[in-house]
Antibody
């Protein structure tokens, strides 16, 4: 069963850049799945951030698009998130997830990482 | 922007049926998923394509979706089912995912 593991700094300064990586193991980032980032602010619900397909197709949450970059690194079997100009509102538990989607058919986010907490504070 | 609304909380006695609703404009035209999240854990997919159960999810979890409402039903609820539940839809025209507001299920 494929496993996902998030990594990155747990503390980012306001106006700085948040960078996270999701390592894919027991599977390939180049397989026929999309790869997403989802976050959860403390005590709050889930918010979709964006997703990428290994061939380069990318979709972003419109509310974050201007600050967001998602990329894939096929050689290292991982994908990444970069969020600029962060504020306290970006403090959250960040998850990576595998998305099972084929054309117009959506089968859910079926594998999730354990999540990594990022705090935006000076 | 598209929004999905769930009741904040649902209480159920052990062995009884819990129903969680998820409301959104023309939600029945989209594929709905449901996730279970226990404290300190990552979400787990329990229903996809409105009513399908992933491998390993107990049969007591079922789903439906019609009109503006999707429903997750837990039959014969067990103490282990106490968790937060989130619905989710994918808009194929914009490739945008929306999560519901979440429902805390308490097994009394």
């Amino acid at each position: 069963q494929v496993q996902l593991q998030e990594s990155g700094p747990g503390l980012v300064k306001p106006s700085g850049t948040l960078s996270l990586t999701c390592a894919v193991s027991d599977g390939s980032v180049s397989s026929a799945y999309w790869w997403s980032w989802v976050r959860q602010s403390p005590g709050k619900g889930l918010e979709w951030i964006g997703e990428i397909y290994y061939r380069g197709s990318i979709y972003y949450n419109p509310s974050l698009r201007s600050r967001l970059t998602i990329s894939v690194d096929k050689s290292n079997n991982q994908f990444s998130l970069r969020l600029t100009s962060v504020t306290a509102a970006d403090t959250a538990l960040y998850y990576c997830a595998r998305v099972n989607r084929k054309g117009y058919f959506y089968y859910g986010m079926d594998v999730w990482g354990q999540g990594t907490m990022v705090t935006v504070s000076s | 922007s598209y929004a999905l609304t769930q009741p904040p909380s649902v209480s159920v006695s052990p062995g009884q049926t819990a129903s969680i609703t998820c409301s959104g404009d023309k939600l029945g035209n989209k594929n709905a998923c449901w996730y279970q999240q226990k404290p300190g854990q990552s979400p787990v997919l329990v229903i996809y394509q409105n009513s399908e159960r992933p491998s390993g999810i107990p049969e007591r979890f079922s789903g439906s979706n019609s009109g503006n409402t999707a429903t997750l039903t837990i039959s014969g609820t067990q103490a282990m089912d106490e968790a937060d539940y989130y619905c989710q839809a994918w808009d194929s025209s914009t490739a945008y995912y929306v999560f519901g507001t979440g429902t805390k299920v308490t097994v009394l």
